[in-house]
């Protein structure tokens, strides 16, 4: 089968690679209609973060199911399935607490940049998409495998209600599908933070009532002059650098909550500057599993369509160019079909 | 009148020195009938904040109402009264919020040992305590103007829930109070981390369940055996230092809450770190001021008794020796009465 490898910074070539096949009775094999290249992709493709050898990329991925393990019993070969780019059993105590991500038999999903994916765990990491699917719902159901998922949680860490006032860190994918979360939980004003046009239009369109242009000390002091010199009830830190972590401390209201979901590279919190903020911190992975019922059922029901941060679609076999694009910042988000 | 004052590390003194007035149409002025060292005196009193110099010491207080400014109209001369250690106007977002210690015109209420003391933004600030007030409540009113309400926002910040297993860390006054707040907030098992038998007495007394002795790795492993491998849903962090903290999210579950008021000295925290334990961060100096009311009527009900850790007494005339009993653990929390 075709599959993404890369090879070392910014050598990303698709391959023929042994299709995947059932290794333990709680696999199942899926063939990918769609998958996509994430943001933390291009940490591995920018040679920020080491990588060792040649490696498979992705680990977004919506398929229909080839082939499952004998011990798989809630899942159907031919239904149609997203899961999250970890693997949960649904069902230890951090499952139950709603924190799959921690999950006590945890396993990375890689390599779904491929026509085939293996899918541990296969009864309580995939969810089946009720019903018959159109094709322009792919993308939407495509986008909770990771970003729309991640967005959502960032709301949630930060404890996002009804009526509040949130500031957007970040204007990737993960950011704007963070807008569309903030909306859908009942925020009145969602404040996005970017300077870059077409990125603002789809906030908008998604949710943001306000857009600041301002970064670092400059963009926390207009989020303060837009909340009457108190700050943001909730921010979501949805970048992982050490300047966007101080932008959204500085940016929160006593009392208020930051949700962080971008992987933190070089972030350290002072504890002393932190106590005296009076803010709340919450991060990591997201646990996608535990939204995806809901968040299928919304891209169902027309609601939210964050399938919207597919600016480029390609064949699996032109990923390079949808590495690139990204990584140059022509395009926000690449679809691959395989 | 007769004052505290801290010249140097461990020369702590009590001398005549002039008697506050108003000074601010919304100033009170009170007369003390009770006041006490503070764990935090501790950090002045062994050199390890510095003290530039002869200081004025203690922000704990219960007293009546001597005179009044212009502006005050609902603190009343004659009354017994409790405030907390930041005066606040219980009027802006921040107050409104609940977060009385970020009051946007909060101010430091210091020198309270002594035998009157000034409180800015008395209307605010104080609160009357209701009715005839029996002798022995005084110890447990006067907890409430910081130890309990500290405890309380511990367990407050760390969002603890009916049937939550918690842990504290501490076993200084906060620590034992914090006991007392998770019991009253419904928590089914409260963890007290101590090694010390008075303490343990005292934890268990104010509703502990088990006491971890181990500190540390051991201890935070301790508490995972205690709570099949996962940790603690909550963890009220009442020290300070990089060990108590470390030792925190160690102990806590994903998903979990640490509140922490503890005054960080020295403690960083690894974004990377915090990020992968799905923990959340909460402290901060606690809003005393917001509890004030809810604690008076749980002491005057007889439902809490936090006056308890005060395990010596002492004339205001000999608080050298009770500032000493602490800083060699031979006490837990030194009233003084003028």
Known sequence: MRQTVLHAPRDLRVEDRPRPVVQQPTDAVIRTVATCVCGSDLWDYRGINDVAEPT???????????????????????????????????????????????????EFVGGAQAEYVRVPLADGTLVHVPGDVAEEHIPSLLACSDVMGTGWYAARAAEVEPGDTVAVVGDGAVGLCAVIAARELGAERIIAMSRHEPRQKLAREFGATDIVTERGQEGAARIKELTDGIG??????????????????????????????????????????????????????????????????????????????????????????????????????????P
Request: glycine letters at 14%.
């Open 56 to 106: 498979p990329g992705g680990h977004e991925y919506i398929g229909v199911v080839e082939e499952v393990g004998g011990d798989v019993t809630g899942i159907k070969p031919g239904r149609l399935v997203i899961g999250s780019f970890f693997a949960s059993d649904n069902t230890c105590p951090n499952c139950a607490n709603g924190y799959h991500t921690s999950c006590l038999h945890r």
């Open 232 to 337: 943001a009830d909730a921010v979501l830190e949805c970048v992982g650098t050490p300047d966007a972590m101080r932008q959204a401390l500085n940016s929160t209201r006593p009392g208020g909550n930051i949700g962080f979901v971008g992987v933190p590279h070089g972030v350290t919190i002072d504890g002393a500057e932190l106590f005296f903020s009076h803010v709340a911190l919450r991060g990591g992975p997201a646990p996608v599993r535990a939204y995806l019922p809901h968040l299928i059922q919304l891209v169902l029901d027309g609601r939210i369509n964050p399938g919207k941060v597919f600016d480029l679609t390609l064949p699996l076999e032109q990923a390079a160019e949808g590495y690139k694009a990204m990584d140059e910042r022509r395009a926000i988000k690449t679809l691959l079909r």
